[in-house]
T-cell receptor, first 115, second 116 residues
Framework: NSKVIQTPRYLVKGQGQKAKMRCIPE?????VFWYQQNKNNEFKFLIN????????QIDMTEKRFSAECPSNSPCSLEIQSSEAGDSALYLC?????????????FGPGTRLTVL | GDSVTQTEGPVTVSESESLIINCTYS????????LFWYVRYPGEGLQLLLK?????QKGSSRGFEATYNKETTSFHLQKASVQESDSAVYYC?????????????FGQGTVLSVIP
């Protein structure tokens, strides 16, 4: 069973508010991913890190979303000004490496509701 | 970009019947992708069911099988005899390590209900 920890499990925010969620990857996993799963079950890759460095992020992430994976602290994903369309399940995953067959282990997710 | 299409659910089968969930993919890179099936059981997180990284090979786990067919760009999930405990949401996914980033592209998921 995966040991990726995500907090909080549920988050409710008003439009324009900041929303911050955290992720502790499996021990020894240097690569962390953030995905968004919307109400239509569609996944969208947001950003990933290897140790503290960003490997890739999508345009959406670059504008209102910010993320970091500081050394010896949980990784975090923050939405600066929440919009209704941000309501989704945010999944954190970790893996042993960025090589193409590395299994990604997923956390339970943070369900964000923007009112 | 890359895309994955799978059987639109929900799919309902009776216990001990056979199951197939179709998955086809489209990859923009000339390199062959790696293919995965993930599953989310009720109340649990997403977990890997099986993976195949070489075209032509078959992966198997918990009685499920999937064969990587590069000619038809398919990776269908099959099981000869389902159990009630197989009721879950199944996701087909594609992974490409382009630029050192092995992000996954998921299908829309297939809800499976097994009737006892």
């Amino acid at each position: 069973n995966s040991k990726v920890i995500q907090t909080p499990r549920y988050l409710v925010k008003g439009q324009g508010q900041k929303a911050k969620m955290r992720c502790i990857p499996e021990k020894g996993h240097p690569v962390v991913f953030w995905y968004q799963q919307n109400k239509n079950n569609e996944f969208k890759f947001l950003i990933n890190f290897q140790n503290q460095e960003v490997l890739q992020q999508i345009d959406m992430t670059e504008k209102r979303f910010s993320a970091e994976c500081p050394s010896n602290s949980p990784c975090s994903l923050e939405i600066q000004s929440s919009e209704a369309g941000d309501s989704a399940l945010y999944l954190c995953a970790s893996s042993l490496g960025a090589f193409n067959y590395a299994e990604q282990f997923f956390g339970p997710g943070t369900r964000l509701t923007v009112l | 970009g890359d895309s994955v299409t799978q059987t639109e659910g929900p799919v309902t089968v009776s216990e001990s019947e056979s199951l197939i969930i179709n998955c086809t993919y489209s990859a923009t890179s000339i390199a062959y992708p790696n293919l995965f099936w993930y599953v989310r059981y009720p109340g649990e997180g997403l977990q890997l069911l099986l993976k195949v990284i070489t075209a032509g090979q078959k992966g198997s786990s918990r009685g499920f099988e999937a064969t990587y067919n590069k000619e038809t760009t398919s990776f269908h999930l099959q099981k000869a005899s389902v159990q009630e405990s197989d009721s879950a949401v199944y996701y087909c996914a594609l992974g490409m390590a382009t630029g050192g980033n092995n992000k996954l592209t998921f299908g829309q998921g297939t809800v499976l209900s097994v009737i006892p």
